[in-house]
């Protein structure tokens, strides 16, 4: 209840942000203007870009890196898990989806025809 009370406050504000940030590129002429935004499918951020990118591991090497990183227990970084959106929802929710185990040749294949497709102006969905 407490985040979700958080991110009530916080979502719409960084909502505000990005769209903003998304105008003035378009008004520089951007081409393609790259979202990282680790809670655009949990807010629902989908309608500001053309594509959603998706950079998935298996649950497995997440639990290492987060004990790593956050200096967690295995059981602190599994219930941090639980709380996020799974790997086959953001899956079914993206129309590119990388994975940061692979090969750097493998990713760039991945990436090239994505970049290929992006849109020649910033028209449409307001971002990419």
Known sequence: ERLKSLTDIVWPEMARMVKEQIREAEAQGKAVCVLDAAVLLEAGWQD???????????????????????????????????????????VEQSQVVLCTLWEPDVTRKQVSPGLAAAPASGSGGGGG
Do not use: Y
């Open 48 to 90: 500001m870009v053309h594509e959603v990118w998706t950079a998935v591991i298996p649950e497995e090497e997440a639990v290492k890196r987060i004990m790593a990183r956050d200096g967690l227990s295995e059981e602190a970084a599994r219930g941090r898990l639980r709380s996020q959106m799974t790997n086959s929802q953001r």
